[in-house]
Nanobody, 126 residues
Framework: QVQLVESGGGLVQAGGSLRLSCAAS????????MGWFRQAPGKMREFVAA????????DYEGSVKGRFIISRDNTKNTVSLQMNSLKPEDTAVYYC???????????????????WGQGTQVTVSS
């Protein structure tokens, strides 16, 4: 069993920054790639960013590239998403997810992830 708990969401003005964190427990965190996804009202859940099991590779959705940074600390079992230059279209519930298999590269499909957090709301006002 894996537990993922997100924190750090909130309300911010356009152009501002937020840092999301995800704390993992229940299995060897360091062996698994991690991802961040988001879901806006009425829309499908979409990929935002992912990081490989050892932090050596990252991948980003096009609209967040250059603004968001994903990182992980395997000594603390945490993964973070630093979000800068936020836009109203970034408004969504953000979810942390853990890959189904060990030692994979960062993956963008929701099907690749077997464990999900409860989500944290990010609202960007214009």
């Amino acid at each position: 069993q894996v537990q993922l708990v997100e924190s750090g969401g909130g309300l911010v003005q356009a152009g501002g920054s937020l840092r999301l964190s995800c704390a993992a427990s229940g299995r060897t965190f360091a062996n698994y790639a991690m991802g961040w996804f988001r879901q806006a009202p009425g829309k499908m859940r979409e990929f935002v960013a992912a990081i490989s099991w050892n932090g050596g590779r990252t991948d980003y959705e096009g609209s967040v590239k250059g603004r968001f940074i994903i990182s992980r600390d395997n000594t603390k079992n945490t993964v973070s998403l630093q979000m800068n230059s936020l836009k109203p279209e970034d408004t969504a519930v953000y979810y942390c997810a853990a890959d189904r298999v060990t030692k994979s590269a960062p993956r963008i499909s929701t099907d690749a992830y077997g464990y999900w957090g409860q989500g944290t709301q990010v609202t960007v006002s214009s």
